[in-house]
């Protein structure tokens, strides 16, 4: 999986502060602060995701998402990582093929990261994220499968971030899922695709 480091957070408060970032091919120019990570492999339709932090309520780093959508989403959605092993959002609707720009957000004082998946994939993927042992961490807890569509990275409490996919345009029930150790158990929803 190849990852492009597309930004560095608040370069001010940093002393080895480089030059300002410089977005790679197919990426809008981005100014301010903000750090991410995108996984080229995974461009279109899979995830592009913007780690964003929060700080005093606000939220740093703005993006407009993928340049060739002509700062356009289609739907945006927003879950969040609750306390009690849950998702906010037991589930969502988006179109097939639809633009999404998907914001979770940690509210719980425990790590939590989302993933979807295939339809009927979800405890699935949460088993073999169970088996990936000491790799887990490095991995987000996100297993290699193709059941695995779109994720955001693991993140610690009361971190935000932002992905963005474009929906499967087959429509149906698909599941997200938290892949840390155990929590697939409780956290899932289901992203229903429908016209
Ligand atoms: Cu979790």
């Known amino acids: ?51 964003l932090t929060q700080s005093a309520g606000s939220v740093t780093g703005t993006w407009a998402g993928p340049t060739d959508w002509n700062g356009t989403v289609d739907q945006t959605v927003s879950v969040q990582g609750v306390e009690g092993l849950k998702f906010s959002l037991a589930s969502f609707d988006v179109k097939p093929g639809a633009r999404v720009k998907l914001d979770f957000a940690n509210t719980s004082d425990m790590l939590h990261n989302l993933v979807v998946v295939k339809p009927g994939a979800g405890t699935k993927v949460g088993e073999a994220a169970l088996k990936l042992g ?28 932002s992905i963005y996919f474009v929906a499967p345009t087959t429509p149906g029930e698909y599941q997200y899922v938290c892949t840390f150790p155990g929590h697939y158990v409780t956290m899932q929803g289901t992203m229903r695709v429908i016209r």
């Open 1 to 51: 999986m190849k990852k492009f480091v597309i930004g560095v957070f608040v370069c001010a408060l940093v002393s080895a502060c480089g030059s300002s970032p410089t977005a790679p091919e197919n990426f809008a120019q981005i100014g301010g602060n903000w750090t991410g990570t995108f996984d080229s492999s995974n461009w279109n339709p899979i995830a592009v995701k913007v780690n």
């Open 134 to 161: 000491l790799d887990g961490q490095k991995l987000d807890y996100v297993p290699k499968s193709d059941d695995v569509l779109f994720n955001t990275s693991l993140l610690e409490p009361q971190k935000v971030e």
